[in-house]
C-alpha cells in the first residue's frame, strides 16, 4: 500500500475578516430624557460632513424605551491578509456613528477625525448621545488617536 501526501507551496488564499468598526453599546438622550425609537447608523467609511460613503457597510438599530441601543462590530472579507479591503483617503472618515429621530434626516453623533488616520478599537465601546448638546470634539480615553466630533462622548469599554 502506498501512501501519497501532497505537500502545498507557496501561500494559499486564507479567508480573513478585518473589523472596520468596533461594537458600540449606547444610550441616546435628550435633556436628560431617554430618546426612544431614535435610529442609530454605525458606518464603516463617511465623509468630513457625515455622510455614509457609498462603498461603506453599515448597520442601522434603533432605541429601546429607556434609549439604550447596541450596534456593530462591522467587519470586511478579505482572501488574503496583504489585501486591503478599505481604503481611507483624506477625504474620507474611517467610521462613525449618525443619529435620527425623524426616521428621515440624520446628523453625525460621532465622526472619528478626518485629518487623522485612527484605529478601530477591538474592545467594545460605550457612547453617551446627548442629542441637546452642542456638536464638540472629544477623544476616546486611551487611545489618543482617536478623536471625534459630534453629541456623542464615546470610551472604550477597557484601556490598551
Known amino acids: 500500500m502506498y501512501i501519497m501526501y501532497a505537500g502545498l507551496a507557496g501561500c494559499v ?11 458600540i453599546t449606547g444610550t441616546v438622550v435628550k435633556a436628560g ?8 447608523h454605525l458606518a464603516d467609511v463617511m465623509d468630513e ?3 455614509t460613503a ?13 434609549g439604550h441601543f447596541v450596534v456593530g462590530p462591522i467587519r470586511r472579507f478579505a482572501w ?3 489585501v486591503p479591503v478599505l481604503t481611507v483617503t483624506q ?16 446628523r453625525a453623533g460621532w465622526l472619528s477625525d478626518p485629518s487623522l488616520f485612527g484605529e478601530v478599537l477591538e474592545v467594545p465601546v460605550v457612547a453617551t448621545c446627548d442629542l441637546s448638546a452642542a456638536s464638540k ?10 478623536v471625534g ?12
Do not use: M
Open 91 to 106: 477625504n474620507t472618515v474611517p467610521w462613525g456613528l449618525r443619529l435620527s429621530t425623524d426616521g428621515q434626516s440624520f
Open 149 to 160: 466630533n459630534g453629541p456623542c462622548t464615546l470610551a472604550a469599554e477597557s484601556k490598551k
Open 54 to 66: 457609498p462603498t461603506a457597510r453599515k448597520l442601522e438599530v434603533v432605541t429601546d424605551a429607556q
Open 80 to 82: 488574503s491578509a496583504h
Open 13 to 23: 488564499p486564507w479567508p480573513h475578516h478585518y473589523l472596520t468598526a468596533p461594537r
Open 33 to 40: 430624557q431617554p430618546v426612544a425609537g431614535a435610529r442609530i
Open 137 to 146: 470634539s472629544s477623544v476616546i480615553e486611551g487611545y489618543k488617536s482617536l
Open 49 to 51: 460632513s457625515g455622510e
